[in-house]
């Protein structure tokens, strides 16, 4: 199962970073890049997610919210 890494901007409903980390470690690696993303994070309005998912596809349809706008 994949880990996948969403950065969104709630004011604009903006996903502004969508990465995949796949492999035994990928869900491990995407929770660690979050950690690391939320450190440096100084905008009250970005949230920084790490889900796990079988494919961006099932993800897309799972957490849909994150999707709506244009990915950047």
Known sequence: MSGF???Y???S???ERLEEFSGP???RDA???RLRVENENVD?????VSLNSD???TL???HSRYFDAALV
């Open 5 to 7: 890494l969403l950065v």
């Open 9 to 11: 901007h709630r004011k």
């Open 13 to 15: 409903g903006r996903l």
């Open 25 to 27: 470690q990928g869900a």
């Open 31 to 33: 929770l660690r890049e």
């Open 44 to 48: 009250p309005d970005v949230e920084v």
């Open 55 to 57: 494919s961006e596809e």
């Open 60 to 62: 897309r349809r799972t």
